[in-house]
């Protein structure tokens, strides 16, 4: 095996390989897809040799090649990695290759690696390092960092280096003909859309601040049958809680030997990164993932990678009331005391006290950015309530918004200045709220200092961290000037999610933004959840969650069981419907319990106690989806990695033409295993659209279940009930010996 600088390098981990070339005077992709195998030197050299395309008619005398930092100098004219300048020059970068080093994991270099490759350019006088690496579980993750060094070029300098772009793009083979990305608004979050993979370019563009409602989220270059148990899927995403750019591009002449190009970057804003001699940018990191099983293998491919990190949460998610639909800003003790009670009643394990406890909050047009406990609604501070629901054994949770300030508050006014915005006037307020500036050192302190003393003070076990609006005309004016400040804001909130872990040891932390509008492994990497969104009707629940947990896992996503009537949504749904929904993430409940009759609470403690009993499978299985003809339903599931155990929901969200689902196959279980299959209806009956079920259904609704072989199961698949709209069905599975 070739092993060093001027080498053919792999890097290859459970199923998934990388292959460069570094040779040249940048390295080139020579393959990422399917495990290659190990290669010997005849294999790398035919690697090699198949590299190159035709010279084409009309166009550069020599064959294009596609670099991993692809530029106009190598032929490429499409989306480049770099855009920038000098004051107008050093617009034509030419990267070279300086040095690279190679290690690889595992007595059979087949669990991962990593390249890391240095390039100067003499050009734009930028040296810069780009890290390859390939994690156990076929993740790759590209870092990428440059420092401006003015002695390597006449040409600028002294000048400041102004980077427009710095994006990480791989190339895909022309069997990738569709693009899957997301779209979506406030409580209809990560919507799919798919289209082909046309001529030209296929731009997704966050310039919110953050993500967004409507974030691109994944992008997916995949195979004409791709699906989730289906196809081959090649996806990036940004590691990245500020602006973002995505593309998938493809030119006539292609990318090399390959098809078209995928690839992802920081959505920089003009002027927002220069670089005088000596200093450096370092790029949010960039993942790439390959599957060929399927959109599922590339959620499960993720979410071995997050729960293989040493920050992963261990310790059982809490079934969790958060208290914002349940009172709003009508905060009481005594009302507030009863919902604790009936909390306990039905085996709640967490407490989480919403928006509306803090200085002149007594709606959402006031207050924000006073971080004190109002003593007008509180007389004697939080400790009372802090007091009962610790009486019970559950934690205590509390809400802030630390990014944002009202004008109408005590900080706003006493520092103006400290608001984000142009400095010559500020623009329209969303939610009644503007951008506090955390750039700015002395508005950095004081929040730090705020949200930690009121942790320390009541002994905070969990924040919900809230971000309810865009960033607009997001320039800062410390410097006398206004200058775009996004980069710099995204870092100051990691800096100091950072500061309060250090601070508050085991202090677990939810990231909010108006529900999903900052979903993304850069929060991630610093939080403990993720609110998919702020809609809690489980018939939009269930698309938004499915979608989430392509890059995130359950445990890491609340779900909370809402009232009959959805406060965003106005739809009715049933009690059974709500709770199996809510059961298979993070869940809790946002309701105002003292509304549920003694029926109703009984059923909430059985989905309590059948939550406590499911959540290690749920936390750390596999999640699967069946590929369904028919859009109005759906069948998805996790299976325990061992296999020994599944939980699959059955679900119909609105009426379609056929009367019979015909058979339906079980994803993720073996074929030649037999289960007991037992039909979960602690929390109530679902409706049916039918006279009788199949009578595997009725004896799978026995105590005892059915036995059925996997074969049936899985692969030959069963008829399934004919359920009424917005209903739903819980499968427990079992291995049988």
Not at 339 to 346: F, I, P, T, Y
Not at 416 to 428: I, N, T, Y
Not at 596 to 601: C, G, I, S, V, Y
Request: glycine share 10%; aromatic share 6%.
């Amino acid at each position: 095996m070739l092993d060093g600088y001027g080498a053919v390098l792999a890097l290859r981990a459970s199923g998934a390989s990388l292959v460069i070339d570094a040779s040249g005077r940048v390295p080139r992709v020579l393959h990422w897809g399917a495990d290659l195998g190990r290669l010997d030197e005849a294999a790398a050299e035919a690697l090699r040799e198949t590299a190159g395309p035709a010279v084409l008619n009309n166009s550069p005398d020599v064959p294009r090649t596609f670099s991993l930092w692809p530029t106009e100098f190598e032929g490429w004219a499409g989306t480049p990695a770099q855009e920038g300048h000098a004051s107008g020059s050093a617009t034509t970068p030419r990267p070279r290759t300086a040095a690279v080093r190679y290690r690889h994991d595992g007595a059979d270099a087949d669990e991962g690696g990593a390249i890391e490759i240095d390039l100067v350019d003499e050009i734009t006088a930028l040296r810069s390092t780009m890290t390859l690496t390939l994690d156990r579980f076929g993740v790759l993750a590209i870092d990428v960092s440059i420092v401006r060094d003015a002695l390597l070029s006449a040409d600028g300098a002294g000048l400041p280096y102004t980077l427009d772009a710095l994006r990480v793009l791989l190339p895909v083979p022309e069997r990738a003909v569709e693009i899957l990305d997301f779209t979506g608004k406030w409580c209809r979050e990560r919507a799919p859309q798919r289209g082909p993979v046309f001529f030209g370019s296929h731009v997704r563009r966050a310039r919110r601040g953050k993500p967004g409602h409507d974030a691109p989220f994944l992008v997916v270059a995949g195979t004409e049958n791709l699906d989730f148990g289906h196809g081959e899927a090649w996806a990036t995403h940004l590691a990245w809680s500020g602006d973002a750019e995505y593309v998938v591009e493809r030119l006539t002449e292609g990318a090399g030997p390959f098809s078209a190009v995928l690839g992802v970057g920081e959505g920089l804003r003009p002027g927002e990164i220069e670089l005088a001699d000596g200093e450096r940018y370092d790029a949010p990191t960039a993942l790439f993932v390959w599957s060929g099983d399927g959109l599922d293998g590339v959620a499960h491919r993720l979410h071995r990678r997050l729960r293989a990190r040493p920050s992963h949460p261990r310790s059982p998610r809490p079934l969790t009331l958060n208290s914002w639909e349940a009172v709003y800003f009508d905060h009481d003790l005594d009302r507030l005391a009863a919902l604790v009670e009936r909390a306990g009643r039905v085996g709640v394990e967490r407490v989480v006290l919403d928006d509306g406890w803090f200085h002149g909050r007594r709606d959402a047009n006031a207050g924000l950015g006073d971080w004190f406990v109002d003593r007008g609604v509180w007389p004697d501070g939080l400790s009372p309530l802090v007091t009962l629901v610790r009486s019970h054994g559950m934690q205590f949770g509390i809400w802030f918004e630390p990014e944002m300030v009202n004008l109408d508050s005590d900080l706003a006014r006493a520092h103006p200045d400290w608001v984000l915005g142009p400095r010559q006037a500020l623009g329209a307020t969303a939610r009644d709220q503007h951008v506090l500036d955390l750039t700015r050192p002395d508005a950095y302190a004081h929040v730090l200092e705020r949200v930690s003393a009121i942790v320390d003070e009541y002994g905070v076990d969990y924040i919900k961290w809230d971000h309810n609006r865009d960033l607009s005309e997001p320039v800062s004016g410390a410097a006398g000037i206004d200058r775009p400040a996004v980069h710099a804001q995204t870092l100051a909130l990691y800096r100091m999610l950072d500061t309060l872990r250090e601070r508050h040891p085991g202090l677990e932390i939810e990231t909010c933004s108006g529900g999903g509008g900052r979903v993304d492994l850069g929060i991630l990497d610093r939080t403990d959840r993720v609110w998919a969104s702020d809609c809690n009707d489980p018939v939009e629940r269930l698309q938004i969650e499915r979608w989430t947990r392509m890059l995130v896992p359950p445990e890491l996503i609340g779900s909370h069981l809402g009232a009959e009537r959805s406060h965003t949504t106005s739809r009715r749904t049933d009690l059974s419907f709500r709770l199996i929904v809510a059961l298979t993430s993070h869940a809790g409940i946002e309701w105002d319990l003292q509304e549920a009759d003694e029926e109703e609470l009984e059923r909430i403690a059985r989905w309590g106690t059948a939550y406590r009993e499911l959540r290690g499978l749920i936390h750390t299985g596999r999640v699967v989806n069946a590929d369904l003809a028919d859009e109005a339903t759906m069948l998805s599931g996790i299976v325990a990695d061992d296999g020994s155990r599944a939980i699959c929901t059955w679900a119909r969200l609105a009426t379609s033409a056929p009367g019979q689902s015909g058979r339906v196959r079980f994803p993720g279980l073996d074929a030649s295993a037999r289960y007991t299959v037992r039909i979960r209806d602690d929390f109530g009956p679902s409706s049916r659209h039918q006279s009788s079920d199949p009578s595997w259904i009725t004896a799978a609704l026995a105590p005892e279940g059915v036995e059925l072989p996997g074969s049936v199961l899985a692969v030959a698949g069963v008829p399934m009930p004919t359920l009424n709209p917005q209903q739903a069905m819980l499968f427990d599975l079992t291995r049988l010996p």
